[in-house]
Nanobody, 115 residues
Framework: QVQLVESGGGLVQAGGSLRLSCAASGSIFSPNVMGWYRQVPGKQRELVATITSGGRTNYVDSAKGRFTISRDNAKKTVFLQMISLKPEDTAVYYC?????????WGQGTQVTVSS
């Protein structure tokens, strides 16, 4: 059974930085795609950034220039470096890993940006 364990969330002031990490376990294979999504109460979960095993990245427009996604394929770990954080970045951030057609999710980590 694949499990994703996230870490790195917390409370930060506007303009600050945070680094999220997510490690996948339970599979001998490395995920095809890993990514980060976020959700606020009453809204749909939205994509923040994804990265393929080959290093191709994709970002939501609001994250471009401020967030950087990276991964360590050998350790099946994905990172999200966030700088210049804004109050509107406040959300629960979820790690996602795709193995073929199967999607797995982490439990979520809260990111709160105070103004």
């Amino acid at each position: 059974q694949v499990q994703l364990v996230e870490s790195g969330g917390g409370l930060v002031q506007a303009g600050g930085s945070l680094r999220l990490s997510c490690a996948a376990s339970g599979s001998i294979f490395s995920p095809n795609v890993m990514g980060w999504y976020r959700q606020v109460p009453g809204k749909q979960r939205e994509l923040v950034a994804t990265i393929t095993s080959g290093g191709r990245t994709n970002y939501v427009d609001s994250a471009k220039g401020r967030f950087t996604i990276s991964r360590d394929n050998a350790k099946k770990t994905v990172f999200l470096q966030m700088i210049s954080l804004k109050p509107e970045d406040t959300a629960v951030y979820y790690c996602n890993a795709r193995f073929g057609v199967l999607d797995y999710w982490g439990q979520g980590t809260q990111v709160t940006v105070s103004s």
